[in-house]
Structures are given as C-alpha cells and as structure tokens.
C-alpha cells in the first residue's frame, strides 16, 4: 500500500511538472471569403479574415503570399499552400468546387516548431458580380450572412 501511495504520488507531481499538452479544439470564424478572377474563369487572388469565436480579439486578414514579390500572389495557384502574410502563423489551402466537388479551405497555424493545428471547412459557391477592371473581371463572395467555421485541431501526436 505504501509503495502505491508513494507511486501515485511520484506520478502526480511528475505530471504536474511536465508541460501540458493542448487538448481543447479552437473554432475560427471565416468572414468576408472573397476571390477576384479577373479572366471570369481563373482564380486570381483570395482574400478572408480570420476571426475568434471564444470572446478573443483575433481578427487576422488573409491573402495568399508570395515570398519571390513579398506580396499577395496574383497567380493563385488551387491546391497549393501559402502563408497568409510574411511570417504569418496562419498558412492555408483553397480548393474550388470545379476541381472537387465542393469548395474545400484547409487552415493551419503554426503554434510552435512542434505544435500545429489545422482544419478545414466546405464552403458554397460564393456568389459572382462585375469586377471593374474589364468585361470579364469578376469578384466573388461568401454572403456575410453565411457562416462557415473552421475547428482546428492538434495535428500530430
């Protein structure tokens, strides 16, 4: 008996000194998902803010970043990740619903060099009006009433 006392209290305060490891899911709201596709055809660039849903102040704006222009790309590439900024800790991939068969975020961010979160959400169309900048111009958007999250979890182990 006294062994497994002495055991269970050696255990216990081991584990009270050890780091703590994060096992609580993180939701993020996505507002304001808009994509520019200035042939009518093509994904030019993309743009959302990122928003806490937990009473936290976050609100990070997103565009795909280009380390070669240090700028958001004008070539977005579908299925392919970027940094939501220069050394942002938010990267992302989009994958629009004619290469799928609906629209697909992935969302990561980057906690530390071992902890990374991610996930991912399915979005609608978003909806399509005139650009401006020529006849085939066309900026799309999720409606603001539309909400759509993103539960991120741990990845790894």
Known sequence: ???TLAAAAALFTTALAGP????DDTIYQ????????????NISTMFFRILATNGGTLDFECSPYDPVTDAATERFEPDHVYFCGKNSVFSFNY??????????LF???????TETLGGNAFLNDPICHAG??????????VPPQEYFAITMKKLGA
């Not at 703590?20 to 096992?23: E, F």
């Not at 969302?107 to 060099?113: D, G, K, T, Y």
């Not at 401006?132 to 958007?141: H, I, P």
């Open 107 to 113: 969302l990561w961010q980057h906690i530390s060099e």
């Open 20 to 23: 703590v490891a994060r096992t």
């Open 132 to 141: 401006g900048s020529n006849v085939n111009d066309f900026v799309c958007v």
């Open 95 to 104: 994958i629009p619903a004619h290469d799928t068969q609906t629209n697909e």
């Open 30 to 41: 996505i507002k304001d998902f808009t994509l520019r596709k200035l042939d009518g055809k």
């Open 1 to 3: 008996m006294k062994f």
